[in-house]
């Protein structure tokens, strides 16, 4: 029996902290919030709060006063927010808490500026408007506030960076509430831009967002760009930042070839960049190939549509005159590729090239003589028409000299007009550095025989 009395007891106390007033319609009573809120150090939140009560209760002279206590706080405690200019205030919530100045027309929102760790807890509302409609809402809803450390901004890529290619670029602050929007700040973009800003709910939060369209190059990769973000203003704001490196992909680049040759005594000579190479037999040689792109080219090297090697580097030791030929290196990624050639051969004297025909010929205007020689290096082409030189491209008199080289081969043509009666001697003469080749015509008075020795 004094256990039941000690409950009825108890009950009776707590109906009594629920309203005062006699034959209450609790059904009237009513409100409206959220059970949980978050909120990041140092920024503002709304509990976003709507009640109803009897206005039977009520008097219609009395002003209406909210109160928004501490969970664990009693109502003759001192409250954390209310409109009531009577009501001691907590310390801590002093100019942080703030009531809805609607309260009259049933808001009883909740605004916390400049959140701190130790807000962080649960909150009951209490009414009253004169003697006999005072009600607490502890058991209807006690919103949770959750108090989070603030973290930095996030900046959002639409997309994969690459060249050429639009993207956008967002900022997303942390949530804040909407009196206090944040102020959004771009670094060292990579050119002028014009930011959009727009907030937007997240999980019953607020987040406020900043974008800017781009169209990254090769040279914007690995640049810095930072979002910074600053709440609050006066004297102590609070701001935080973030800072990425620009990850722009672009395809193969600025490729070039690097050669080292060595000889058997071990000395080393290098070639950069370039297109025709003259070896002496027997030299090994390094081929690098050597190309700027992102992800990172992978390179393979070819000879005559063959693949060698997958890989930066070809290496031939000991060369023989089989190992002439255009190597290609191929350097290729996800957003291209690229190709670039050096030709090798091997250095020989000048000869007859048996691929090309030498010979002269008599037609309406004179005669015309074709020569051919093939060496490495390229050979130097020399007319001699009865001990007269003749060489590049030159006109002297009756006599005309047109001559061009490919790779080891070089052709040279003499044109001889008018009145050449008589016996003449024609030598066409190729010399390099490893020795020379002449090549000699003859042309008869009577025009029917020309010779090629």
């Not at 060292?188 to 369209?213: A, C, H, L, W």
């Not at 006109?395 to 001559?403: H, L, S, Y």
Request: hydrophobic share 30%.
């Amino acid at each position: 029996m004094g256990h039941s009395l000690e409950v009825l007891v108890l009950g009776l106390f707590s109906t009594w902290l629920l309203w005062e007033g006699v034959q209450c319609d609790l059904s009237k009573y009513t409100m409206n919030a959220p059970t949980a809120v978050t909120v990041s150090e140092g920024l503002c939140v709304i509990i976003p709060c709507n009640f109803t009560y009897d206005p039977n209760d009520a008097s219609s002279t009395s002003t209406l006063y909210g109160y928004w206590f501490m969970d664990n706080s009693a109502i003759t405690s001192p409250a954390v927010a209310s409109n009531d200019r009577n009501k001691e205030i907590e310390d801590y919530a002093q100019n942080r808490f703030t009531l809805s100045e609607e309260v009259a027309q049933g808001n009883c929102s909740l605004i916390i500026n400049n959140a701190e760790k130790n807000d962080g807890r649960k909150y009951y509302f209490r009414m009253e408007k004169g003697s006999k409609a005072k009600f607490t809402y502890r058991n209807i809803v006690q919103p949770l506030v959750n108090v989070i450390q603030l973290e930095n901004p996030e900046i959002m890529f639409g997309g994969d960076l690459r060249a050429k290619h639009p993207v956008n670029i967002t900022c997303t602050a942390p949530g804040s509430c909407s009196l206090k929007p944040p102020h959004i700040f771009w670094k060292d973009t990579p050119k002028v831009v014009t930011p959009r800003t727009s907030e937007m709910q997240s999980n019953g939060s607020q987040v406020y967002i900043s974008m800017f369209d781009f169209i990254p190059s090769r040279k914007d990769n690995g640049k810095e760009l930072t979002c910074s973000v600053i709440y609050g203003e006066g004297a102590s704001p609070v701001s935080k930042k973030k800072t990425v490196l620009l990850n722009i992909k672009y395809p193969p680049q600025e490729q070039k070839i690097d050669v080292e040759v060595t000889k058997g005594n071990g000395s080393l000579k290098s070639y950069t960049e370039s297109s025709q190479i003259v070896l002496e037999k027997g030299v090994s040689v390094v081929l690098r190939c050597l190309a700027e792109g992102n992800p990172q080219p992978k390179m393979t090297w070819a000879k005559e549509s063959v693949n060698l090697t997958e890989d930066n580097e070809l290496k031939l030791s000991s060369v023989k005159m089989q190992d002439m030929g255009e190597y290609r290196c191929n350097a290729q990624n996800s957003e291209g590729s690229s190709t670039l050639g050096v030709h090798l051969t091997i250095a020989y004297r000048p000869r007859l090239c048996k691929q090309k025909s030498s010979h002269c010929w008599r037609d309406d205007s004179g005669f015309q003589c074709n020569c051919s020689i093939c060496s490495s290096p390229m050979p130097r082409i020399q007319w001699l028409v009865d001990g007269e030189p003749l060489e590049g491209n030159t006109t002297k008199g009756n006599k005309q000299v047109t001559t061009w080289i490919e790779k080891d081969v070089g052709t040279s043509t003499l044109r001889l007009t008018g009145n050449w009666d008589g016996d003449h001697h024609l030598v066409c003469n190729g010399t390099n550095a490893k020795g020379e080749f002449p090549m000699m015509f003859f042309l008869f008075s009577s025009g029917m025989s020309l010779g090629a020795s």
